[in-house]
């Protein structure tokens, strides 16, 4: 099932969801940038962009946060991945946000697949991430139909 966040009383699950995805796919990641961007999430980040949750069996197991057709954040749980719950997400993402467009980190090669998998197509390349720090960053566009 697929809904719209519930505020902030949800972002301790959504964190941890972020958490759990992180440490299986973002191995390139600094303690000390995992730690900084953790602590950001529910103050900063989530408030910024429209939250979409996936849920199995009530319980939260992913997330999408979306912002002027940009993709910002897709996480999930490491449990849950592989089961459809990320492209649910991403379709949702799509038609109900208006999503375009996604940047994803060069050292993670999973992700840019997936992204190409579902139409979208690489337009750029930063070499710093949105922080300034070394996370090279592959933009990408969906695909005109």
Known sequence: MLRRARGAEEYPALV??????????HDFL???DFERIESNLAANYFPAVTLVVAEVDGQPVGFAGAVDGGLEML??????RG???GSALLAEAVA???VTRVDVNEQNPA????YLSRGFREVGRSELDGDGRPYP??????AAA
């Not at 941890?16 to 796919?25: D, G, H, M, P």
């Not at 960053?137 to 969906?142: I, N, T």
């Open 75 to 80: 996480f999930v749980h490491d449990s849950a």
């Open 83 to 85: 089961r459809g719950v």
């Open 16 to 25: 941890e969801i972020w958490r759990s995805a992180v440490l299986a796919t």
């Open 111 to 114: 992700a840019h697949g997936f």
């Open 30 to 32: 600094a303690a000390s």
């Open 96 to 98: 109900r946000l208006g």
């Open 137 to 142: 960053l592959l933009h990408l566009e969906l």
